[in-house]
């Protein structure tokens, strides 16, 4: 049977395993990155309220407690406009490996905003990554502006994932994830007249297949995904768990080279790049085992 410990990293994993289909759908998806990303919360919150009640999980949240995890939302309905931006600009692949600054971000920001001491171990292996995505794109410059937008998506995900780990020790993943889909959903309420005045369209609504996916983004990549995650943050860092999630790029491109063709052809470069970033988790991943076991210990 598998320890607590090890029950913690399969939920992990299993939620960057859900994470690297994601960025097909933002390829599947005819709609712009605001709107998919509006009927991704209002659907995951649409489908997660039933399941609340029928489960008997449903936990009301009230006065500032209620806000916080809704301005958590906020952050993670952004962090979703920049990532299948760049996606739209550029590609899978790209949107995908710069989501991997995520843990360099972190490295940068968890100390400042939880006041513990910064590490440089951490900035280390944040570094080991970004050496890795230098590697697999050989310095690729042909997509600024999708680029621009995936470094965006990668900070605004570690500020999200900080935040997220401060209020979720109080609450249930399912009540966090719930408000947190309703408070994203109205920020881009209100910003969307602004955004489709920059980028207009021709329908706002999705047609049958888009419906379709959209369904499954929200249900599978959403709900379950997130919930998995937030599990996660309350027993390991945001450090570890953003530092894992570089390898959702991994799957993302494998995908995407099966179903897209985005043939990269698998050349030294990439192997190397991809060590490094496997090398990155592994330690890190080591660390956090030999800490809790000493912990035990004492």
Request: net charge positive; aromatic share 14%; with cysteine.
């Amino acid at each position: 049977m598998a320890t607590k410990d090890q029950s913690i990293f399969i939920k992990l994993h299993l939620s960057i395993l859900l994470a690297g289909f994601t960025g097909l759908f933002g390829r599947l998806i005819t709609l712009n990155e605001g709107l998919l990303v509006f009927y991704r919360m209002l659907f995951a919150a649409l489908l997660l309220y039933p399941i609340l009640r029928l489960t008997k999980t449903w936990v009301r949240v009230r006065g500032k407690e209620m806000w916080k995890i809704a301005a958590t939302g906020c952050l993670l309905g952004l962090h979703w406009v920049f990532f299948f931006g760049s996606i739209k600009l550029a590609n899978i692949s790209i949107g995908v490996i710069c989501f991997s600054l995520t843990s360099f971000f972190t490295a940068l920001l968890e100390p400042l905003l939880l006041r513990r001491r910064f590490s440089w171990r951490e900035l280390a292996l944040s570094l080991l990554t970004v050496c890795g995505i230098a590697l697999i794109f050989q310095f690729d410059t042909r997509y600024r502006t999708g680029i621009l937008f995936g470094v965006a998506s990668a900070a605004l995900a570690a500020l999200f994932t900080i935040t997220n780990k401060k209020v979720a020790v109080r609450h249930a993943s399912s009540t966090m994830l719930f408000y947190e889909m309703v408070g994203g959903c109205l920020m881009l309420v209100c910003l969307m007249p602004f955004y489709l005045h920059f980028s207009p369209v021709a329908s706002l609504f999705p047609g049958t297949t888009d419906l379709l996916w959209l369904f499954i983004l929200a249900l599978f990549c959403t709900i379950g995904l997130y919930m998995l995650q937030i599990e996660a943050l309350k027993s390991i860092s945001a450090f570890t768990v953003n530092l894992s999630y570089n390898l959702e790029p991994i799957y993302s491109i494998i995908l995407a080279m099966l179903f897209f063709g985005e043939a990269r052809e698998l050349t030294l470069p990439f192997y190397a790049g991809l060590g490094l970033i496997f090398l990155s988790v592994f330690l890190q991943s080591r660390k956090v085992g030999s800490e809790k076991k000493s912990a035990i210990k004492q």
